[in-house]
């Protein structure tokens, strides 16, 4: 599975698009370390921790689909943390601004609700690096 995004301007604000098309592409995982190659063949030596090719083994065409639908919903979850890490900013410009009680109430809130679901994203990465969903 390749991910390709599109860029699109829609009244002003710049939203990706995102296609997914499936292509066949083999993976191996290392023994030692757990770094996750894709390419026709498992590499001479471990890029992480250096260990000889036969130290490779094929992952399953099942755990690779799971690896790539891991890798695109943890890319969505990264670009998540960077516009809420946005929000917050200018949450903060507002708050500083201080142009009157209600408008400092809104981005108070902004931010507060920007850090709550920053936190959850956290939260939902660190899992899925415990059960394996990272690739």
């Known amino acids: 599975m390749t991910v390709k995004t599109t860029a699109r301007s829609i009244e002003g604000c710049s ?52 690896i790539e639908r891991s890798r695109f919903t943890n ?15 200018v949450a903060a410009d507002g708050i500083e601004d201080a142009l009157d009680p209600a408008c400092v109430d809104i981005f108070k809130k902004a931010m507060t609700l920007s850090d709550e679901i920053s936190r959850s994203v956290r939260a939902e990465l660190q899992g899925h690096m415990k059960k394996g969903k990272w690739g």
Request: proline content about 4%; aromatic content about 8%; hydrophobic content about 40%.
């Open 15 to 66: 939203k990706n698009i995102i296609h997914l098309t499936f292509e066949e592409v083999s993976m191996f995982v290392c023994t030692v370390c757990g770094y996750i190659y894709d390419g026709e063949d498992a590499p001479e030596n471990c890029p992480k921790c250096g260990a000889p090719k036969e130290k490779f083994d094929a992952v399953a065409e099942a755990d690779a689909e799971k």
């Open 75 to 89: 890319g969505l979850h990264a670009q998540l943390l960077g516009l809420l890490e946005e929000i917050s900013f």
